[in-house]
């Protein structure tokens, strides 16, 4: 009876666990969401660890492995890369199956299997992606995927996330892993603001330098207490090697990411004139930045040996950086030296540069040297995207891409112009500003009020007319830093208004709702915990 009782229990209990491990189901709606998902009834595909991945034509061996290695994080369940198998098994291929975006793809769950095929081996990666945040997070034997057609490519062809590591230096591996975040949102490029008042993060072998002098500052000011200090030297050592960058551009390209570095000029410049005093109106002395806000001292547009500085630095990271995109900056940079510059003067007469349609003859000086780079970066094959200050110079040609970020007038205005633009505007996708109605709540923040449901209601055409709207090819977010010195803390600043933001980027508008997109939220926090990510809670609370 004791037998009989004790072997009764086992069944009973092996039977149990046998229906767990069935129900634990994987989810397609996941962030951002894809444009078609089709589940047709109740029968599964049990995937276990005797499931194969299975690489055809065209797919690279570290995209299989991708996948092989979520798998195995999320679950615990160990499936390899094989040759061909007929069942069980995930197959993963490139063919243009849905439609000619090459970011687009396709996953069909069936009693095989499941197959994923991207029009490009970036759409695959999307397709990677999309299975990877459907899986359960826990330690399971089993996970069962219903029956699936799932059709998806993003609304928008550029969808990034910046990092600014001036005003405060996150080192390789936060990179690392911030950009690792970028690629589970189905993100295709990184914007690395590397230069600015406050530190030079990025060597430059013609100029020893800026590596050696302008990445340290004397000390930084407290938030904005332009009066006090924290009496502490930040950043020696600071910035990245050229191999680093190497080595961080490879990290990025395989996991489907280009790297838009920025330099950002004739403006906030002040770290470059610590160390090259020759290169500014009044040749200094000058000093990196130790506080906020925007620097009268700017590079001198007035001097050759300035010009051709600007250029060698653009030179090298053209070469470093395989992106066809890079950012020149061009923002804030206020006119005081230039109108008192000799230098400057004399380059307005002897360019014969008018005021035109600039806001002063001084305006149209930076627009003469922001195509002074545009043209130099066109021989090595670069476009050039600058900040919507460019709009104001008189110099923007329609060769060079606009960022709006003052508003979304800039990009209003350049799509008009029949110029690319990028939409960034402040008071919807600065992720250094306030996240909440109540900021007594959070830690200090540069301002304003982006909320993650601000940040999910955004729309990057509005206000731009059905015919321009080919101009607006994608929308970022920003991260500066001023106020963010902490590697935990960039990412409770970024998650989860990246979450809303991947949605913007990628889902079309009609299908997606503000309730639905939380539900799917809670489920990408067990993500978020198993990676070791920070994030902020407001929205659940
Ligand atoms: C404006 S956005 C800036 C940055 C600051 C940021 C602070 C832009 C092109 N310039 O230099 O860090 O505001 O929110």
Known sequence: MKYFLISML????SVLSSCDKIHVEADYNVIPLPRHIEVPGNDYFVLDGRTKIVRGEGVSEKDADFLSEYIRQSTGIECHVTGQTRRNAIWLSVSASCG??????????????????????????????????????????????PYAEIRDEPRFRYRAMHLDVSRHFFDKDFVKKYIDLLALHNMNFFHWHLTDDQGWRIEIRKYPLLAEKSCRRDYTVIRRDYDRNDGTPYGEGCYFTQEDIREIVQYALDRHIQIIPEIDMPGHMLAALAAYPQFGCTGG?????????????????????????AKDVLSEVADLFPCRYIHIGGDECPKTEWKKCPDCQARIVSEGIEQGSAESVEDALQGWFMKEMTDFLKTKGKTVI??????????????????????????????????????????????????????????FAAGGKVTVEKVFNYDPYDGIPEKD????????????????????????MV????DALSEVQWSPLESRQY???????????????????????????
């Not at 086992?10 to 209990?13: E, Q, V």
């Not at 639905?516 to 609370?541: C, H, I, P």
């Open 10 to 13: 086992l069944t009973f209990s």
């Open 100 to 145: 000619q975006n090459p970011d687009g793809y396709t996953v069909t769950v069936d009693k095989n299997g499941i197959h994923v095929s991207g029009n490009s081996s970036d759409g695959l990666f999307h397709g990677i992606q999309t299975i990877r945040k459907s899986l359960p997070v826990g330690e399971y034997d089993e996970v069962a995927f």
């Open 285 to 309: 002395p000058y000093k990196v930045w130790t506080r906020w806000g925007v620097s009268d001292q700017v590079l001198c547009a007035g001097k050759d040996e300035t010009v051709q500085f």
């Open 386 to 443: 600058g900040w919507d200050e460019l709009l104001e110079s008189g110099a923007a040609g329609d060769d060079m891409t606009v960022m709006s970020w003052r508003g979304t007038e800039g990009g209003i205005a350049a799509a008009e112009h029949r110029m690319d633009a990028i939409m960034v505007p402040h008071s919807y996708l600065y992720f250094d500003y306030y996240q909440t109605e109540d900021r007594s709540q959070e830690p």
């Open 469 to 492: 709207r080919k101009y607006i090819i994608g929308v970022q977010a920003n991260l500066w830093t001023e106020f963010i010195a902490e590697p935990s803390h960039a990412e409770y």
């Open 495 to 498: 998650i989860p208004r990246i």
């Open 515 to 541: 309730a639905d997109f939380l539900k799917r939220l809670r489920r990408q926090l067990s993500l978020y915990d198993l990676l070791g990510y920070n994030y902020a809670r407001y929205v659940f609370e």
